[in-house]
């Protein structure tokens, strides 16, 4: 069982940077592949980016893609979204999402989501 929880989200203006963190609780988080996902009211949740247990490969949605950062620190159980030039259309609630095999697939883990709006 794993356990998550977002922080970091907010108010902020286009052209601007956020950075989101997702803490894990357990022994486990390392052997797990660690996504973030976000949903637009009246949208489809969409996968944004994802990490794999060691962080040596990363995966990124077109729309992020340059724009976006995941990374993870195994030690301290956490993974991270830094998020440059951000967009009104980033405005969404983000989560984050554990699983031992997918990355861009269906997660087992999830929390309980962020809200990031961005202001034109």
């Known amino acids: 069982q794993v356990q998550l929880v977002e922080s970091g989200g907010g108010l902020v203006q286009a052209g601007g940077s956020l950075k989101l963190s997702c803490a894990a609780s357990g022994r486990t988080f390392s052997t797990n592949n660690m996504g973030w996902f976000r949903q637009a009211p009246g949208k489809a949740r969409e996968f944004v980016a994802g990490?794999?247990?060691?962080?040596?490969?990363?995966d990124y949605a077109d729309s992020v893609k340059g724009r976006f950062t995941i990374s993870r620190d195994n030690a301290k159980n956490t993974v991270y979204l830094q998020m440059n030039s951000l967009k009104p259309e980033d405005t969404a609630v983000y989560y984050c999402?554990?699983?031992?095999?997918?990355?861009?697939?269906?997660?087992?883990?999830w929390g309980q989501g962020t809200q990031v709006t961005v202001s034109s």
């Open positions: 990490i794999t247990k060691t962080g040596g490969s990363t």
């Open positions: 999402a554990a699983d031992p095999f997918t990355m861009r697939g269906r997660y087992r883990y």
